[in-house]
Each structure stands twice: as structure tokens, then as C-alpha cells.
């Protein structure tokens, strides 16, 4: 059973930056997707990136050019937010799964969830 445990969430000013990471608890199979998500008060949860250990990063375009996704050691993954905008507040999910080809998008292929990090952009 992987766990997934996200930290850096926090309060920040428009135009303002983050970072936040995603420690798994042990490594996952490299071919499996890690991922970030998120969910605003009322709304559904969405897409935001997402990459496989070795590969590229994947993004909604609301974030194109402002978030970057990368892997580290230590079974670590990061999301790290420039430019933030009032829109981007919600809480981040990590993920990770054996994400099907062509589906990484999709929250439904994801078998591990973290627990979510608040992350509020004041304007």
C-alpha cells in the first residue's frame, strides 16, 4: 500500500509562488503516474499535472507556463506554482497509479490518493 503525504500548501499574494511536494511512501513501479489535482469549495475535482517517473509533464491549460511538475529522489514529486492567480485556490491532491496510456488526465486511473494541502491566493 503506497502513501502519499503532500506538504507546502499555504497563503499567497497573486502573482506570488509555491511549491509543493508529494513524499511516497515507497517506490512506486516506473511505469506508474504521479499526479496533481485539486478541488475548490464546490466545485469538482480537476486535472492539474501529472508525469510518469521518466517522462514529460502533463498540464491543464489554466496552468500552461506558471506550474512545472518534476520527479526527485526519494520517490518525490513537486509542483512548483509561479504566478498564482485567486482561481488557483483549492486544496492539491498528489496521486499516483498505473495510469493507462493516453489516460493520465483522468482522476478514475489513480489507485493512491494523498490527503490534499489547502493553498489560498489572496488578490
Known amino acids: 500500500q503506497v502513501q502519499l503525504v503532500e506538504s507546502g500548501g499555504g497563503l499567497v499574494q497573486a502573482g506570488g509562488s509555491l511549491k509543493l511536494s508529494c513524499a511516497a511512501s515507497?517506490?512506486?513501479?516506473?511505469?506508474?503516474?504521479m499526479g496533481w489535482f485539486r478541488q475548490a469549495p464546490g466545485k469538482e475535482r480537476e486535472f492539474v499535472a501529472a508525469?510518469?517517473?521518466?517522462?514529460?509533464g502533463y498540464y491543464r491549460d489554466s496552468v500552461k507556463g506558471r506550474f512545472t511538475i518534476s520527479s526527485g529522489a526519494k520517490n518525490t514529486v513537486y509542483l512548483q506554482m509561479n504566478n498564482l492567480k485567486p482561481e488557483d485556490t483549492a486544496v492539491y491532491y498528489c496521486?499516483?497509479?498505473?495510469?493507462?496510456?493516453?489516460?493520465?488526465?483522468?482522476?478514475?486511473?489513480?489507485?493512491?490518493w494523498g490527503q490534499g494541502t489547502q493553498v489560498t491566493v489572496s488578490s
Open positions: 515507497e517506490r512506486t513501479f516506473s511505469n506508474y503516474a
Open positions: 508525469k510518469r517517473w521518466s517522462g514529460v
Open positions: 496521486a499516483a497509479g498505473a495510469v493507462v496510456p493516453g489516460s493520465i488526465r483522468d482522476a478514475s486511473g489513480y489507485d493512491y
